[in-house]
Structures are given as C-alpha cells and as structure tokens.
C-alpha cells in the first residue's frame, strides 16, 4: 500500500524556520521524483519545489528560491523541505507528492502557518 506522509508543519512566527518530512512507503522510493506542493484556502496547489530520484537536481518556485531547500534521503525513504525566513504568505497545507510517470501518488498534507 502507498503512502506518503508529511509531518513537521507548526505554527511559527515570521523569519522563522521549519523542516517538513514526508515519509514513503509502499513504492520504490528511489525511483520516484519527488516534490512538495502547497495550497491555501482558495487558491490552487502550487509546486513549491522538486528534488530528482538521486538527488542531484532541484527545482523551485521563484517565491522560495533562496530560502526553502529540498533534500531526500534514500536510505530513510524521506524527502524533506527545509524553509527558513518564513513570510507570512507561505501559510498553507504543505503536500508531498511522488512521481514515477504515469503514477503520481500525494499525501495527506500539513499545516504551516506563519504568523505573529
């Protein structure tokens, strides 16, 4: 059975930090492209950065560049978002999602909420 499952999203000030988790299984995970997503109430669920199978390559959304790192960790079976310097406007549901074409398997999401 296929799962991903985020952890790590908190209530947290402005400037600060996180690290989110999203832990997988059921699949082979080192196959798979990995990315993270975020949705706020009334928007769409935007692409907020992706890591390639071996973790060579990273993409991210020009909105985060700089300050948001994507990782993974084959060995764990974990790929992880490290944002610092949080801005209000990165509250959302934070949502891991993992891409083997034609598969695409999301989790559950977690809240990050940046406010003072």
């Known amino acids: 059975q296929v799962q991903l499952v985020e952890s790590g999203g908190d209530l947290v000030q402005p400037g600060g930090s996180l690290r989110l988790s999203c832990a997988a299984s059921?699949?082979?995970?080192?196959?798979?492209?990995m990315s993270w997503y975020r949705q706020a109430p009334g928007n769409q669920r935007d692409l907020v950065a992706a890591?390639?199978?071996?973790?060579?390559?990273?993409d991210y959304a020009d909105s985060v560049k700089g300050r948001f790192t994507i990782s993974r960790d084959n060995a764990k079976n974990t790929v992880y978002l490290q944002m610092n310097s949080l801005k209000p406007e990165d509250t959302a549901k934070y949502y891991c999602?993992?891409?083997?074409?034609?598969?695409?398997?999301w989790g559950q999401g977690t809240q990050v909420t940046v406010s003072s």
């Open positions: 999602r993992a891409d083997r074409w034609p598969i695409t398997n």
């Open positions: 059921g699949f082979t995970f080192s196959s798979y492209r």
């Open positions: 890591i390639s199978t071996i973790g060579d390559t990273a």
